[in-house]
């Protein structure tokens, strides 16, 4: 079902049921925890929006929702004008942090107002559209960055954004423009580089610290980015060092 269009935005706590409800709207939603949960759908994610998360649709986003327990959200009915500038078209499932719940506090004192002052909430929105901003690298990413030397799995960063396997790797590839392993693999070779400028330590010691178990796993991996091994880059890294 389509909703119509807004063109101020409001607030309104929700109470959700049982029954699934499907529809799109052109507008966005802010919505922010309470209560209970929330169980939604869009397009292939399922997630879960309880006290720990905050979600952000954004306009024109399929997707139904239903709730099996006690529970209030904060929703936030967000017109498009004021979302143009401010988000991408992506689904945000964020950790709902110290700097939501102070977020929250001023959202909830505005709402209980006898007449809203819907500037006062458009500027607390646009300081809640830059904690999304600052969030919008997605988790899987941010987990792959962070844990590179370590053994990853396809199912644990499926399972991280809330993707089926098969979906998540589509889905990377067209975020990223490669694929898991050859981003995993360049965060291991930046990190090697490094490694091999600024230390001294052996070959096998620098496999293992980027996730490797043997050196010949760190052997090929030069030859495949750089073209030589990685002796031949620390030797070559230290005479330009010499001659600069």
């Known amino acids: 079902m389509l909703m119509q269009q807004i063109n101020a935005t409001f607030a309104e706590k929700m109470h959700f049921i049982a029954i699934e409800h499907s529809h799109v709207h052109s507008f966005g939603h802010l919505i922010l925890p309470l209560q209970g949960t929330l169980n939604l759908k869009s397009g292939p994610r399922s997630l879960i929006v309880d006290y720990q998360h905050v979600l952000f649709l954004p306009p024109e986003c399929d997707h139904s929702y239903y709730s099996n327990d006690r529970n209030e959200f904060l929703v936030f ?3 498009y004008n004021l979302l143009s ?3 991408d078209s992506d689904v ?3 950790d709902f942090d110290d700097r939501w719940r102070a977020l929250r506090f001023l959202m909830l004192s505005e709402c209980q107002e006898s007449i809203t002052n819907t500037a006062a909430l458009n500027q607390l929105l646009h300081y809640s559209f ?3 901003r600052q969030n919008q690298k997605p988790v899987s990413i941010r987990y792959l960055q ?3 030397h370590t053994n990853i799995s396809l199912q644990t960063l499926a399972a991280l954004e809330h993707y089926h396997v098969n979906y998540y790797s589509q889905w990377f590839q067209k975020k990223m423009g490669v694929s898991v392993q050859t981003y ?6 930046q990190e090697a580089k490094r490694l091999l400028r600024e230390t001294t ?3 096998l010691t620098i496999a293992q610290q980027i996730g490797y178990e043997h050196q010949s796993s760190l052997n090929r991996l030069f030859k495949q980015y750089e073209g030589v091994s990685p002796l031949i880059y620390r030797q070559d890294s230290k005479n330009r060092k010499n001659s600069s």
Request: glycine share 0%; net charge positive; no cysteine.
């Open 201 to 203: 330590y052996s070959m």
């Open 77 to 79: 009915y967000i017109p």
């Open 146 to 148: 962070d844990n590179y």
């Open 92 to 94: 945000q499932y964020l």
């Open 85 to 87: 500038h401010h988000s």
């Open 130 to 132: 830059q904690l999304i």
């Open 184 to 189: 995993l693999q360049k965060l291991r070779l």
